[in-house]
């Protein structure tokens, strides 16, 4: 096999809860999605060249930037010495509740392993992108589950063997609002209950069943009301995201079956049967930001069911 020079992988946004798990459930969307770009290095160690699409807001140091820090695990996981350098492009927004930092870590993880000639499968990459992903929001999977290995997943823990794929209701369209105030995962962390009644929690597991269920049956109403049915991470944030009852009544009335929060927020996650109603739905919650001066990035999209992939190999 040639040996490769340079090599671009995607890695695509993710929701982390998909509205009814909190910390569980993860789903990736085909866009939007962070690239990373790896090339041999004649020094040692993992250098970040340049980072693009970002505002210039993240650090470029090494040891604080997401994709480095997992390429720098998975290079002990494989004893490599080498050394590497880095082009991270974001496509995602930051603090945004797409899973920006899991896609960074994702994407260098799968370029590099490229790089090498696939030394690893890609499921053995989990840890080294969890690597990356815990110096932003700690070990969790439900973003960098999703952005690996792609569509629908339920996560109990942060080992491959906890990651499992549920079923992709085939019409399912997103429509991903992005309003212009940030919120961090932290500090939407922070305000979570940490006792719940159990009257909720009877009632949090019935839906958390009933969702997986209707996936199973490929019933969108039944699995877009179970996604919204939330009574641990809604209540408690709702407040950090502007406008919240408004953009659901305004996504259902222009054709959504349902709107949830995407991960940590802000962004909104409207769900909807068919292309149309998702275009309709977008053009109505673009007008609710637009009007109450707000302003907010929007786009229509669908889960990815492929996970990282190389975009580009010299
Ligand atoms: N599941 C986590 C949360 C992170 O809701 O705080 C989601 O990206």
Not at 1 to 30: H, R, W
Not at 78 to 93: A, C, E, H
Not at 251 to 272: D, F, Q, Y
């Amino acid at each position: 096999m040639t040996k490769l020079a340079s090599v671009e992988a995607y890695a695509p946004a993710s929701m982390g809860n998909v509205g009814i798990g909190f910390d569980i459930f993860g789903m990736a969307f085909q866009e939007p999605g962070d690239t990373v770009r790896v090339e041999y290095s004649d020094a040692s160690g993992v250098e970040i060249v340049a980072i693009t699409g970002d505002g210039g807001r993240l650090p470029l140091a090494p040891d604080k930037n997401t994709a480095s820090v997992a390429v720098a695990h998975y290079l002990r996981m494989i004893d490599s010495l080498q050394g590497v350098r880095l082009w991270v492009n974001k496509g995602l927004p930051l603090a945004s509740g797409l899973g920006s930092s899991a896609a960074s870590a994702v994407a260098g993880v799968f370029a590099v392993n490229a790089l090498f000639g696939e030394p690893l499968e890609r499921k053995a990459l989990l840890a080294a992108c969890l690597e990356g992903e815990a110096i932003v929001s700690g070990y969790h999977a439900d973003n960098v589950g999703p952005s690996l290995l792609g569509g629908i997943t339920l996560i109990t823990g942060t080992a491959i063997s906890d990651i499992r794929h549920l079923p992709v209701p085939s019409d399912l369209h997103c429509v991903l609002v992005t309003p212009h105030v940030a919120v961090e995962t932290a500090a939407a962390r922070a305000v979570l209950p940490q006792n719940l009644p159990l009257d909720h929690i009877v009632r949090q597991t019935g839906q958390v069943a009933r969702f997986v269920d209707a996936l199973y049956r490929d019933d969108l109403a039944a699995v877009v009301s179970a996604m919204e049915a939330d009574l641990i991470a809604e209540p408690a944030r709702a407040h950090l995201m502007p406008h919240l009852d408004e953009a659901r009544r305004i996504a259902k009335r222009a054709g959504a079956l349902g709107l949830v929060i995407s991960g940590a927020g802000p962004t909104l996650c409207a769900l909807c049967g068919g292309r149309a109603e998702a275009d309709a739905t977008r053009h109505a919650l673009d007008a609710l930001y637009q009007e109450s001066g707000i302003g907010a990035t929007s786009r229509v999209t669908c889960v990815d069911r492929e996970g990282a992939r190389i975009i580009r190999s010299l």
